[in-house]
């Protein structure tokens, strides 16, 4: 089964922090995404990436940006936390024509 | 761009009742749409996918969709439901080489004995 694993399930981070959220897939997969859930918004994607140093705006960028060094590896920076950027972050990640997306258990961020 | 609309917030449902959750996508080419289940405190599951050819799709969990393309539809349905499926559901939308997942703001199913 193909893995994508989120570097940690629970943040607390200080307003001003910059904060960096890690997502690592282990199938070569080409598309990696970002995104944050919060109750009665669903999932809003933040970026999204097909290749590697190759990233896109999704929905809602502002406030962050991303990393993509290695395939297997898709990075969120949030530059300065804000306590408007408290959510749950999950990644995912697919290869073309693959089943369907896989997503990671995702990272519960608190700001404070 | 890709948008989804689930128009039901909430939806309460008598165990052994049958269940359809509606989904409605825009996109202007051919979509690829989806349906997760999220149990509180989960990750996000994938019950189906419609790629391409039969409209009527089977998932699990004895889940079913149909994608009907005048409507602009994905509807989830279940013959009949049980207190396990109690959770939130998740339509998506992917656009052709799946660079782009857009998901609706979900629906959570209650399910009463």
């Known amino acids: 089964d193909v893995k994508v694993t989120q570097s940690s399930r629970y943040l607390v981070k200080r307003t001003g922090e910059k904060v960096f959220l890690e997502c690592v897939q282990d199938?070569?997969?080409?598309?990696m995404f970002w995104y944050r859930q919060d109750p009665g918004l669903g999932l809003r994607l933040i970026y999204f990436s097909y290749d590697v140093k190759m990233k896109e705006k999704g929905d809602i960028p502002e406030g962050y940006s991303v990393s993509r060094e290695k395939k297997e590896r898709f990075s969120l920076i949030l530059e300065s936390a804000s306590t408007n950027q408290t959510s749950m972050y999950l990644c995912a990640s697919i290869i073309l024509g693959a089943e369907g997306y896989t997503f990671g258990s995702g990272t519960r961020l608190t700001v404070v | 761009a890709q948008s989804v609309t689930q128009p039901d917030i909430h939806i309460t449902v008598s165990e052994g009742a049958s269940l359809e959750l509606r989904c409605n996508y825009s996109y202007g080419a051919t979509p690829y749409l989806f349906w997760y289940v999220q149990s509180p405190g989960q990750g996000l599951q994938l019950l189906l996918k419609y790629f391409s050819g039969d409209t009527l799709v089977q998932g699990i969990k004895g889940f079913e969709a149909e994608f009907k393309r005048s409507q602009s539809s994905f509807n989830l349905r279940k013959p009949s439901v049980h207190w396990s499926d109690a959770a939130e559901y998740f339509c998506a939308v992917a656009n052709t080489g799946f660079q782009k997942l857009v998901f609706g703001t979900g629906t959570r199913l209650l399910v009463s004995p």
């Open positions: 199938m070569d997969h080409e598309n």
